[in-house]
């Protein structure tokens, strides 16, 4: 008696694919059930390789965490005797000092969750605690990461107002009166110089201001076309693999009414 061992197509595909060296699939083969076949497989393979690298950080991580635990303990004697220092001699910083100086610590390297970002978000609620009380601040940060998220770069805009004054309120402003032998001819040139000069630089300052807008806006934009490709691009193939797939079964069926 013979036996016979009956596959799927994908099971097919799969031992043919591993006796040809990973080249081709048999012929006869459902072209849905091939791409669905090594479409698996490449995206299995790209998440071994994920892996890989993932747990090789780790090891690695793993080794400088160590190394940096034995820095850590004499350097914690240190800290923390300056804070009981504080602490015990009830030194407050004073309410009435006006510049306040943050300084915010990360590193220049990412992919160790969510601690640049929590850091920045302390500094930045405790500057729009100092801000809303009338206070100046300065940040400091220590790491390229912090420095990259606290940057007021071009991707971020702060309206600003340039004052304007006529010629009537320069001439009754008491602080003129230091200045001798100002005679209206004078006090009215430097006023028109000064109008001139202030209103050329907020059209240089808007025109930057617009092309660096447009830019960013240009770029979003792009980023936003990628996204709605690839979402259409997987929504085509989800529909041609279930054309495919119905033909198949139309194809089945009528062999088996046959």
Not at 104 to 117: M, N, Q
Not at 135 to 160: A, C, N, P, Q
Not at 169 to 190: F, G, K, P, R, W
């Amino acid at each position: 008696m013979r036996g016979r061992v009956c596959l799927t197509d994908l099971q097919r595909a799969h031992y043919y694919h591993v006796l040809s060296g990973g080249r081709r699939w048999p012929r006869g083969l459902g072209r849905a059930a091939a791409m669905h076949y090594f479409s698996v497989t490449r995206r299995l393979k790209s998440i071994k390789n994920i892996q890989k690298i993932t747990k090789s950080m780790k090891m690695v991580a793993a080794a400088k965490y160590a190394r940096a635990e034995r820095e850590l303990k004499p350097a914690r004697v240190y800290g923390t005797g300056s804070l009981a220092l504080y602490e015990k001699a009830e030194i407050k910083a004073p309410e009435n000092k006006k510049k306040h100086l943050l300084i915010g610590v990360s590193s220049d390297r990412g992919l160790c969750g969510a601690i640049h970002s929590s850091v920045a978000k302390q500094m930045k609620n405790e500057v729009a605690t100092l801000t809303a009380a009338g206070k100046e601040v300065m940040l400091v940060g220590i790491g390229d990461k912090i420095r990259g998220i606290l940057y007021r770069s071009v991707i971020s805009y702060k309206t600003e107002e340039k004052p304007i004054f006529s010629l009537d309120t320069i001439a009754s402003s008491e602080s003129m009166s230091i200045y001798d032998d100002i005679d209206a001819d004078v006090l009215q040139n430097y006023q028109e110089y000064n109008l001139a000069n202030i209103i050329y630089y907020s059209l240089k300052e808007s025109t930057t201001s617009e092309q660096s807008a447009r830019m960013t806006a240009m770029d979003n934009a792009s980023k936003n076309a990628s996204e709605m490709i690839d979402k259409l691009t997987l929504t085509f193939n989800r529909t041609r693999q279930a054309v495919i797939t119905k033909e198949l079964i139309e194809i089945i069926s009528g062999a088996a009414a046959l």
